[in-house]
């Protein structure tokens, strides 16, 4: 008996020294690939592989290269803004993706207002009985976002421009309708650009105080320049990585103080008089940032095609088209009808002499000029290569006519230099 068990206890002592060397020495081939653990997974808590790891990943013998398993396809992004901060004459990058032709909404002269914005009593009067007769004060600003509604529904743009007379500025010193419209335009999801047209700036809040909240935009793509007047920049459209068109945002001016009205316009204690040019057209120092600017982008980019974007027309604009249709102008309806032309004007064309500007726009391979302010001409006219377009008035505060309300779409093709122009005509009812 003592025999057998001093004999078992020798065997069971074998036994548990066989069992600590198995467990010291490495696995065999067939218990790697059958018996380990996942090395990411740890108590059922899935790791990030350290480095090294090829967790997740195969690699292609003949090429040597490293592919993923689990690669997910992502849409690329609707576009990507860089600020240029002046570099080869640059205020702005847009890219955008190669595979289709992009799209350019115009929105001009909504002219947000209200009538309690008025000054004194008196001019509250004059714009009740001037523009808002049958009931068209009413909710006018909900009216214009109906128009701005439909634009951007019927024209899906990749990019907004916005030609000036946003609002009223004299009607808005408390700036309410400035930050109205900013949140409208963000609400889009779509970048956007601006310049002031003559009425915008006449705000008691400033102009200063309108720009910061415009930097402050989400999706506003906007400088104030270092020039005369408070919006001009520019931005370079490229796709697949190349340079398609210059884009030129231009303050026309025109803001004014009037003496002898002193619930119209800019008072003469605006915080912000000394940035605001009274008299309308573009100044000089406007002009050789232009073509200065111009220069450098096309010595770093060569051959740009550029579109202008501002408020009040040019003269040459109009003296070209003159030329083109001689008295046929002064007489309305008057409707271009050569062959590309088209539109219609209901009041006589207009504009600033602004000197050099358009010999200036010829050199930067200008294609097409867009304009607001006059509110009964919707136009588009070739003159000496540069398609000048009158955009239709987006809202129907101030005077209009029923059949000239609605947006401009601007057409730009992918294959660069090629530029299409359509009147988007309201299909809204015309009161509320």
């Known amino acids: 008996m003592k025999f057998s068990l001093a004999l078992l206890l020798c065997m069971l002592s074998l036994c548990l020294v066989s069992c600590l060397c198995a467990c010291d020495r490495p696995p065999t081939e067939t ?65 955008f ?98 310049v002031f047209g003559n009425h915008d700036n006449e705000s008691g809040k400033g102009v200063r105080w309108q720009v910061e909240q415009l930097m402050e935009s989400e999706y506003c793509i906007f400088k104030q320049g270092s020039v005369s007047g408070n919006s001009n920049y520019n931005l370079l459209i490229r796709q697949g990585g190349e340079a398609k068109y210059l884009l030129y945002m231009l303050d026309s001016n025109g803001c004014k103080v009037k003496p002898s009205n002193p619930g119209e316009g800019m008072l003469p204690d605006n915080p912000d008089i000394d940035l605001i040019v009274q008299d309308g057209g573009f100044r000089n120092d406007q002009i050789g940032w232009m073509r200065d600017s111009g220069k450098s982008i096309r010595k770093a980019y060569g051959e740009v095609p550029s579109l202008l974007f501002f408020h009040i027309p040019d003269y040459t604009a109009w003296k070209l088209t003159k030329e083109i249709y001689g008295d046929r102008m002064d007489t309305f309806p008057f409707t271009p009808d050569r062959e590309g032309d088209m539109g219609i004007s209901l009041e006589t064309l207009g504009g600033y002499d602004n000197g050099r500007f358009w010999e200036y726009a010829k050199e930067l391979d200008c294609i097409g000029m867009f304009v607001g302010h006059q509110h009964k001409v919707a ?38 230099g090629e530029m299409t122009v359509e009147y988007v005509h309201t299909e809204l009812s015309y009161k509320p």
Request: proline fraction near 4%; charge should be negative; glycine fraction near 8%.
């Open 31 to 95: 218990e790697q690939s059958t018996t380990s653990p996942d090395p990411q997974t740890t108590d059922g808590v899935t790791e990030a592989p350290t480095e090294g790891d090829t967790a997740g990943e195969t690699t292609a013998a003949d090429t040597n290269e490293t592919v993923s398993e689990t690669e997910v396809e992502t849409e690329p992004p609707a576009y990507v803004l860089t600020d240029a901060e002046g570099k080869d004459g640059l205020d702005f990058v847009i890219d």
């Open 97 to 194: 993706p190669a595979g289709e032709d992009l799209v350019i909404l115009q929105i001009t002269d909504t002219q947000m207002q209200a009538v309690k914005g008025a000054r004194n009593a008196t001019r509250r009067t004059q714009i009740s009985n001037a523009f808002f007769s049958n009931g068209l004060g009413r909710n006018h600003n909900q009216r214009v976002w109906r128009y701005t509604d439909e634009a951007v529904e019927r024209v899906k743009p990749n990019l907004m421009v916005l030609t000036g007379d946003n609002i009223y500025g004299e009607l808005d010193d408390s700036g309410e309708m400035w930050l109205e419209l900013i949140e409208k335009m963000d609400s889009y999801g779509i970048p956007w650009c601006v």
């Open 379 to 416: 136009t588009s006219i070739l003159c000496d290569g540069i398609r000048v377009t009158y955009g239709l008035k987006t809202g129907t505060y101030d005077y209009h006519s029923e059949e000239l309300l609605g947006s401009t779409k601007i057409i730009l093709s992918e294959e660069g």
